[in-house]
């Protein structure tokens, strides 16, 4: 029993030793390690990088970018192409290739058609949030222009109450100065009926005579500025009143219109609002219609590939999963197109599984992206750029590389690479440039080394030209 349990601990022991000798480490640009596999390419050893499909250097700020990116490519989908057939069986001998070519063609047409119907929702959905994102602006701002109309009006009122206790004061003092005349025209009147003559004439002396001139012109002069005072007062309150209730009157008109536009931009905003909620709804239906085709085209291949696969066991052949050309590619070196190197050259063990691109002044030549996608990775840290017969080490063989993810499945490589213009995370259009030509890594001379997977799988570039 304890030799079994020696066996058992020896032998796990040595498939973990296996299993650490079969990985190596690489940085990447942020000067992580991760593991990846090697696999060899005749002469030259490549990694075999892992990668995500789920386009993770796509930005997410909002839903459209990640539902855009998750239209192109996502895990699943490339998990159902790599899945073996599993729908009804397949008659090789009756089954019409040409009417699933056709089929399928018409789904990726109706598709098209769709993805623009879905890209046209989106621009209308950024443009009612951008016309909702206004509407708020304008509703925040009337609501501090009415919030202001109240302070103001409050104001306004406080000031009508101070002024209206200064109006009540001064009406007093007008009540006062209005009982002093009555005393004293009581007075008069009591004396009787007696002219300023008279009673000027009636002065015992001269001396009396002055005092009594005096006197009556006093009575006058007081009587005229009592009437002077009393009506210059009463128009200053008057006018007081008057400005400040237009002033509270134009206020609270201004109010009231303030109100009215906000509560018609809230309704504009409200009906914006349901508009958005209906095209995410008309997206979200599109995107489900899209998906389904999807599946069928999916179907619809896997029953191909099964039929090619019953073809080449029936005459004995090999057979191999390829994608659909794109038709799309931009040759990956402009001007150069003499191949050293083919993907189905014998090296040995295995097929070469890239295109090598040299010719005479190639060195520095321009590298372009062969389709627009993300760049998943990329190296540029080798600095032996230079002809070799022995691996440098660097990028595992391709020297300074650039890998882009085209969706779908599909990516390219460009390896030995003297420079890089892009890095990891940018986004690259057909036909930009991304690098030059260099003898980086494990190269024996200048040349650019040309590869394609779909699913992971290499497969000739030339079936995307």
């Known amino acids: 029993m304890a030799n079994k349990k020696i066996k058992v601990i020896s032998f796990l022991t040595a498939m973990i030793c296996a299993f650490s000798f079969s990985t190596i480490y690489r940085a990447d640009d ?11 390419d005749s002469d030259e050893e490549y990694y075999d990088d892992t990668y ?9 700020d909002s839903d459209e970018d990640t539902d855009e990116s998750s239209d192109e490519n996502t895990d699943e989908e490339n998990d159902e192409d790599s899945e073996e057939y599993s729908g009804e069986e397949i008659d090789p001998d009756s089954f019409d290739e040409d009417e699933n070519s056709r089929m399928r063609e018409e789904l990726k047409e109706e598709n098209s058609g769709i993805k623009e119907k879905i890209n046209l929702t989106k621009t209308e959905i950024r443009e009612k949030t951008e016309y909702s994102k206004k509407l708020q602006k304008q509703i925040a701002q009337l609501s501090s222009d009415i919030k202001k109309s109240s302070e103001t009006i409050k104001t306004l009122n406080s000031d009508i109450i101070d002024r209206q206790k200064k109006i009540d004061a001064k009406l007093e003092e007008i009540k006062d100065i209005l009982d002093m005349l009555r005393v004293r025209l009581r007075k008069i009147h009591t004396a009787g009926d007696t002219s300023s003559l008279e009673i000027i004439l009636k002065a015992k002396s001269f001396s009396d005579f002055i005092d009594k001139t005096e006197m009556i012109k006093s009575i006058s002069d007081y009587d005229n500025r009592l009437i002077t005072s009393i009506q210059g007062q009463m128009e200053v309150i008057a006018e007081d009143q008057k400005m400040l209730r237009e002033n509270k009157q134009k206020v609270e008109q201004e109010k009231v219109s303030l109100e009215n536009n906000k509560k018609k931009i809230n309704k504009l905003f409200e009906e914006n609002e349901k508009l958005i909620e209906d095209l995410k709804g008309t997206k979200q239906d599109l995107e489900t219609q899209k ?46 197109y003499y191949l050293t190197s083919t993907f ?36 540029d840290g080798c600095i032996h750029d230079w002809g070799k017969d022995s691996s440098c080490g660097c990028g595992g063989g391709y020297g300074n590389y650039v890998m882009i993810d085209h969706g779908n499945g599909k990516i390219s490589i460009y390896g030995h690479l003297s420079g890089l213009t892009v890095s990891a995370g940018d986004y690259v259009e057909a036909g930009q440039l991304i690098g030059y030509v260099g003898s980086t890594g494990y190269s024996t001379g200048a040349h650019l080394h040309f590869e394609t997977r779909y699913n992971g799988e290499r497969y000739d570039p030339l079936t995307e030209y």
């Open 30 to 40: 942020d000067g992580e390690t991760y593991e990846t596999g090697l696999y060899e």
């Open 52 to 60: 995500d499909d789920t386009d993770e250097n796509s930005d997410e």
């Open 291 to 336: 998906k389904g085709n999807e599946a069928k085209q999916k179907e619809l291949k896997k029953a191909l590939n099964e039929y090619k696969r019953l073809i080449a066991e029936r005459e004995g052949k090999e057979f191999v999963v390829s994608p659909d050309p794109d038709g799309k590619y931009v040759w990956p070196c402009p001007g150069f």
């Open 344 to 379: 189905d050259e014998w090296r040995g063990a295995n097929n070469h599984g890239a295109l090598d691109i040299a010719e005479a002044g190639i060195y520095g030549a321009k590298v372009v992206a062969c389709k627009e996608g993300y760049v998943f990775s990329s190296y």
